[in-house]
């Protein structure tokens, strides 16, 4: 039963860094993607370079926003793809307007 446990476990970690090194893979190819499903970013916390693109693909039935507090705000519609420029070149934290519980986070690396 303890080999099972560790098996699950070492899967569990395993799939958690494949998972965040496809997440940065692709914040390095000229668009980073985040998939809005079931009121949650996906991945939530990404890394990109200035002058890159951010994609969400919102794959629920109603909008969403990608809201920065006191700087932009990008609408995305239900079953749509909006996009941002990246410009700046620090960290920010956003949210969705319309389900404040939806929230992510963008470091500008460059």
């Not at 705000?73 to 996009?83: F, Q, R, T």
């Not at 410009?87 to 519980?101: G, K, L, Q």
Request: charged share 20%; with cysteine; aromatic share 6%.
């Amino acid at each position: 039963m303890t080999a099972g446990l560790l098996n699950r476990r070492q899967l569990l970690v395993t799939g958690a860094a494949v998972l965040t090194g496809s997440a940065l893979a692709r914040a390095h190819n000229g668009t980073v993607h985040v998939v809005i499903e079931k009121l949650a970013f996906l991945p939530a916390d990404i890394e990109v370079n200035a002058g890159e693109i951010i994609e969400w693909i919102n794959k629920d039935p109603f909008a969403h926003t990608a809201t920065v507090e006191g700087g932009w705000e990008v609408l995305i519609p239900p079953g749509k793809v909006a996009s941002h420029l990246v410009a700046a070149s620090d960290t920010v934290d956003y949210y969705c307007r319309f389900h404040p519980n939806m929230k992510g986070r963008i470091k500008i690396v460059q």
